[in-house]
């Protein structure tokens, strides 16, 4: 007769549940994962599933009591962890929303809007539009896999263990990382917005010199022409700008992992 006590059955358990919170906190934040079309139950079938693939690569898991102070402690870290590499690999949308936005105000888009699919909010058109072609581009460089890749990392580098201290330096080092958000993401708009600028600047001499023109009439279409014309010639860089941002989220998700794991 097999007996089992209930401290074999909590290491047990414990070898699939502890990396699957941590997977499921990643699901939820990281892009195309965490996609408001991809249903709860979807996503955590998926996180069960790449527990159990992962477990026997995965350092011992600690014996810990669920329901105990240190296993609240654990569930806590394995949130945050998993949250934190999310959020670092998501600031590659949250630029080239931020850029679209910039081009659309711009442009004279800005009261165009429409559901986002992939961050799940009201964004301008063009953001979308942009938004939906970065994403494309991100699962062409296999972004997704490089995410569970790094996400496999983490569990050596921060592995699950009722000693781990995080470091309050990684999450001003994730905090900081918003202001990459702004500063590329007027980088990246900034040859479009500079002839959108010359554009109204030629109107504003032509408003001047003529008066009788009725520049509101003349000025919408002719943004809104040489707007999509600048986006036109600037669309083959998009995928050098996001093999570069996919670059940088992954160099932001080691530097995040060291800086937790060395207080």
Known sequence: MIHLTTLQLEHWIGR???????????????????????????????ALLIS?????????????????GAGFVLLIQQILIGTAL??????????????GSVIS??????FSSFFDPVTGVQVPTLSNFLNLI???????MNGQLLVLATLT????????????????????LLVEE?????????????????????VNIALGVLGKSAPQLNIFVVGFPVLLGLGILALYVFM??????????????????????????HP
């Open 16 to 46: 699939i549940f502890w990396p699957f919170l941590r997977i499921l906190a990643l699901l939820s934040t990281a892009p195309v994962f965490s996609a408001t079309q991809i249903p709860i139950q979807v996503r955590v079938g998926l």
């Open 86 to 99: 999310g959020f670092a690999v998501a600031v590659i949308f949250s630029v080239v929303q931020f850029a």
């Open 52 to 68: 159990v693939a992962i477990a026997p690569a995965l350092p011992t898991m600690p014996a810990v009591h669920f329901l105990s």
């Open 134 to 140: 970065v994403l494309l581009l991100f699962m062409t």
């Open 236 to 261: 083959p860089a998009m995928t050098m700008i996001v093999q570069h941002l996919l670059n940088l989220s992954m160099e932001t998700a080691g530097q995040v992992m060291l800086s937790a794991a």
């Open 153 to 172: 990392r983490s569990f050596v580098l921060l592995p699950v263990t009722a000693t781990l201290r995080l470091d309050p330096s990684a999450w001003h």
């Open 178 to 198: 918003g202001a990459t958000i702004f500063s590329l993401g007027l980088a990246i708009s900034a040859p479009v917005l500079g002839t959108l600028v010359l």
């Open 105 to 110: 105000l711009q442009m004279g888009l800005g």
